[in-house]
């Protein structure tokens, strides 16, 4: 089976490799879940950096996971080298540093669930997402300082940033590799509202040249040649 998280120590402490996606049970040890990443956080002390590559999962697991790293008596460097997205990028604001590689990523929603069931049903999934939201958002905003309404908004659209945009808005501290002086406003920061509307207004606005009137053939003409053809 494919190990997709381990552990290895050095001069200047242990460094965990976290990759994969995040679960709160896992079938095939191929996903990282609470337990699992507990029992190697915990197997010494000492500052440790956790590089960190994941598309996300679950938000409860991952929640148990930042409040480990919280926790965590040692210093906690994340190290972004691919993507943080969804809910490991909930996972990555519990670093007491985090750097991005330069051609990392990171993602910013709205949480999701699947529910069935009559109205009442419904209902109760709406008022739980908003909640899990707003939990959410309590990482994001204890981390960057942002307003709660940007944030929401950002999720909304499903954001995505560049590292350099990350240690703009405060998702990130520094840029891994690059020169002290980099600029980091010249990053990126993608949403799909925004790209959707930028087409939209993109668009030509065509007007006919000629008033548009009815068209087609009347009940009675198809009838007359019905009887033609008989």
């Given at each position: 089976?494919?190990?997709f998280w381990n552990w290895v120590k050095n001069e200047e402490g242990r460094t965990l490799y976290f990759d994969g996606y995040i679960a709160q049970d896992s079938w095939f040890d191929d996903d990282i879940t609470p337990k699992k990443f507990k029992a190697e956080l915990t197997a010494a002390t000492g500052d440790i950096a956790v590089w960190?590559?994941?598309?996300?999962?679950?938000v409860f697991a991952a929640s148990q996971i930042y409040t480990?790293?919280?926790e965590y008596e040692g210093k906690v460097t994340v190290k972004i080298d691919g993507i943080a997205a969804s809910a490991a990028s909930v996972i990555a604001m519990a670093g007491d540093e985090i750097v991005m590689s330069p051609v990392a990523m990171m993602m910013i929603h709205n949480p999701a669930t699947v529910i069935f069931g009559e109205a009442a049903d419904l209902q109760s999934g709406i008022k739980m997402l908003s909640e899990v939201k707003e939990s959410i958002v309590n990482a994001y905003e204890a981390r960057t300082g942002l307003p709660r309404a940007k944030i929401s908004n950002?999720?909304?659209a499903e954001t995505w940033f560049s590292a350099q945009k990350a240690v703009e808005l405060g998702f990130a501290d520094q840029i891994l590799y690059a020169p002290e002086n980099t600029d980091a406003s010249e990053?990126?920061?993608f949403d799909k509202m925004t790209v959707t509307n930028a087409f939209l207004r993109k668009l030509p606005k065509v007007k006919p040249e000629h008033?548009?009137?009815q068209a087609g053939t009347t009940h009675k003409e198809l009838l007359?040649?019905?009887?033609l053809l008989k």
């Open positions: 089976m494919k190990k960190l590559n994941s598309p996300g999962g679950d480990m790293l919280k950002m999720m909304d990053g990126f920061i008033p548009i009137t007359t040649r019905l009887e």
